[in-house]
């Protein structure tokens, strides 16, 4: 499985955005760029992926360089209930194919 | 937002006993999946399943394991005599075959071998 490189802690305030890295140097063609938060206690829940092209949706936005081999997953405003584990992952974008899942970012969220 | 049920929450065995983990995914999904994950730890991915047969399988999820849908609503994983470190969350998840979207994950039963 191709490798995904994101910080191990990151803080933020409350009402601000958040950009969370993530590299992938050995991305291939095929994998999509999948992005996970477990909360504290639940199990994972989907926040957005794609392929090449920025992706905006009602959880966060997700910004792809040019080249894929890194990406960021941003929240335009910060709320407590954003304090989670993120997950960058890659994958075919297959409905079969399962998810592999890295140690993530944790997010702390202060008020 | 259609869930993926797992019950029971909080599952307390001993040690050499047979468990049974139960998820009811949503109604129009067609892939299903187990994951666990040990206390402090990363999540794992143990297994997947369509169409009634296992598609892909982790060096984890030994003779011990098995998985099954009984029914054609409930989707269980079995372990056959479970051990201390078989303790953790585990969770079931499922996706459909569209792939706008993501896959829902269940909240979880946490197994608790004593």
């Known amino acids: 499985d191709a490798k995904t490189t994101q910080p191990n802690s990151m803080e933020s305030n409350e009402e601000e955005p958040v950009h969370l890295p993530c590299n992938h140097s050995?991305?291939?063609?095929?994998?999509?760029i999948h992005w996970y938060r477990q909360l504290p206690s639940q199990g994972p829940e989907y926040v957005i992926h794609?392929?090449?092209s920025n992706v905006n949706n009602r959880m966060a936005s997700l910004a792809i360089a040019e080249d894929r081999k890194s990406s960021t997953l941003i929240l335009h405003r910060a709320t407590l209930r954003d304090a989670a584990v993120y997950y960058c992952i890659l994958s075919l974008n297959q409905a079969g194919t399962a998810l592999i899942f890295g140690k993530g970012t944790t997010l702390s969220v202060s008020s | 937002e259609p869930e993926v049920t797992q019950t029971p929450s909080h599952q307390v065995t001993q040690m050499g006993q047979e468990v049974i983990l139960r998820c009811v995914p949503i109604?129009?999904?067609?892939?299903f999946y187990w994951y666990r994950q040990i206390l402090g730890q990363k999540v794992e991915f143990l297994v997947s399943f369509y169409n009634n047969e296992i598609s892909e399988k982790s060096e984890i999820f030994d003779d011990q394991f098995s998985v099954e849908r009984p029914d054609g609503s409930n989707f269980t994983l079995k372990i056959r005599s479970t051990k201390l470190e078989d303790s953790a969350m585990y969770f079931c998840a499922a996706r459909d075959r569209s792939i706008s979207g993501g896959y829902t994950f269940g909240s979880g039963t946490r197994l608790t071998v004593v």
């Open positions: 109604s129009n999904h067609l892939y």
């Open positions: 050995t991305i291939s063609g095929t994998d999509y």
């Open positions: 794609g392929l090449t």
